[in-house]
């Protein structure tokens, strides 16, 4: 509709004022938005594990390109791509850019930068790309993590601390000339960019390394499934190394397959096992600390325990895994020969309603706390559970029917090398934020056993480690407190046959612990814990008792 | 006595001062029109040269990020060949070293270190060392004191 000029005068700049003044600033303002650097992450020596950098990526827009042969051959040598590789990459129709080949390193981007201009190359552009960078190559993947496309964190710490890594975006306010260039001096910073925090974590690059390299020829060498290892400090709950198998590279590019989450999650909290025998030192420790029991209590090995069916049913019977009967056994014994009669007269004397309390205390059915995503709780059934019987009393005591985390194993054995108290299990120590530092500090849970129970357990372990059987296991000049165990995997028949979790937890040196380790096999070809986990504790201890620089104790052998 | 008026002199005198006021008037339009005249090369002066100093900001910005960015990039090569698989990869498929067959390990009859020293280490650069000083005994003479002793019993004569 046309308006007369009187009109328009009155009705543009007073009627339509608004109108026109947005449509004025939006010609001529922008809204420039600052990324912030995600977090970088290290491990307890100051050692990066993730960064965050800028690297260069070389595009080329085909259209562009002048000499694509003579460019082709020059930058050959530098992007380690022959020249028909690079040329293929040319589409001379294109006006869009093409990534030819990115995280450039900075002397490559130098020379690439030198070349373009010695030879007149056009049609090449070196663009810098955020990068996440993995100096230590795949270490600790499952503890990591890693990060989509869109920079937000999508497993492990990368997801669980993101909203401490991420950071905020800032934003920038400013104006453009004619030629739509940034007038600078209209630059407004509306808000700052707050870069995120970075964090170190209790993890120890050597350890790790350790573990990681142990666990695979582990792995390898027993024809095992899979399995894990996991060094915490028991004065701490620090976790100073947690590997896991099978794995997977955070270094590579990869696409994510849904089939392939089982191996990206944190398994040692995410997954549950039943421990078996292990669990022995759990139930014993409750007799211990209830003074019920000391280590030369003498128990009786028939060999059988026999429960009435329900309704008909058959009895139920529990055997001792080598179907022998020892007669008269001192509860050392009963952990020296991971006695199951033995072990259920134990729990026997420590009483339903203790016996669960005890495994309460442990933290069985709770989560820990540590900062890994996806924490399940683990499954205890208790006396108040329907369905509950006396078999389940006898079950769990000796480490079946109850289904724990490797965490909650591991943390329950840090406490035996604690003296009793339980610590929160953490992997982070402290949190380097813009304004300041956060210090994660050791955080007791509560007090389990009493320091001379916790003792006299740590003792009755380096009875079984100092077994003529284990001779060949034994850390040269160190103490060690161990126990074994060897779970048979549960299936929705009952347990299979041939298939089992073979662990051993032990505590470096006994006397005074600084290392709790937990090693678990899945199913390897010989199926007991003795057997196959035993020689990795030894290789592990070996190494890691030399890295902290761990006495000899004076009275070993 | 009523003074007598003076016309023409008084005049003059009138006359004289207009003149006056109409030069300084002229002197400041003049005045006036020269800073009016030079208003707008000032401003453009001005703005010309904070705007080429707005524009040197941002160079040196750009300049100042690229050398933070190569600096971050040079960073995380540094870490990279500081990282234990770099330094396993040279040591194994450049010097060509092997994993011992066989450990020795040697028990020495000395006493523990004290707690303290024997805490966690925290940080590897903070690892607490032990150095062990060793006692000062004469029980073991230098080479130069049996030289010197020997030379003094050639000089003194048997």
Known sequence: MRRRPGVSAVYLPVLEHDKYTEAASEAHQRTIQVPARRGSIYDANGNPLALTVQLDALTAIGKEVNKPDVMAQALSPLLEMTPPEILAKIDPNRSDPVTIKDHLTAGVSDAIDAEIERSQLQGLNLEARPVREYPEGSLAPQVLGFIGTDRDGLAGLEYSMEDELRGAAGQIDTEIDITRQELILARRVVNPARDGSDLVLTLDRFVQRTIERELAEAVRANKASGGMIMVMEPSTGAILGMANSPSFSVADPMVINPGDQAIHKAAAVTNQYEPGSVMKLVTMSGALDRGLVTPSTVVMDSGIISFPGAKGKPPTTIRNWDLSAHGPLTATQVLIFSNNVGIYQVAEKLGRDDLYKYLNLFGFGQKTGVQLPGEVPGTVRTPEDPGWSVVDMATNALGQGIAVTPLQMLNAISTIGNDGVMMRPTLIREIIRPDGVERVEPQAVRKVISPQAAQTLRGMMVAVMEQPANLANQIPGIRVADKTGTADFPTDLGYTSGKTFASVVALIPADRPRLAILIRLDAPAAIYGGTVASPVLKRVGIELAAYYRIPSSADSR | ?158
């Open chain 2, 1 to 158: 006595m009523k003074p007598s008026v003076v016309g023409k002199p008084g005049g003059e005198l009138s006359s004289q001062r207009t003149r006056g006021r109409f030069g300084r008037s002229m002197v400041l339009l003049l005045l006036g029109l020269g800073l009016v005249g030079l208003a707008p090369p000032l401003y453009l002066l001005q703005t010309g040269g904070a705007l080429t100093t707005g524009y040197n900001i941002q160079r040196l910005q750009q300049e100042r990020a690229t050398w933070i960015l190569r600096n971050q990039q040079l960073e995380a090569e540094i870490s990279k060949a500081h990282s234990l698989a770099w330094v396993e990869h040279e040591a194994v498929y450049r010097l060509g070293m092997q994993r011992p067959a066989q450990q020795t390990t040697v028990q020495m009859n000395v006493p523990p270190p004290s707690t303290t020293v024997a805490r966690m280490p925290s940080r590897e650069s903070s690892m607490p060392v032990t150095v062990l000083t060793p006692p000062a005994t004469n029980d073991d003479p230098s080479v130069f004191a049996d030289l010197a002793s020997a030379v003094g019993n050639l000089m003194n004569g048997p």
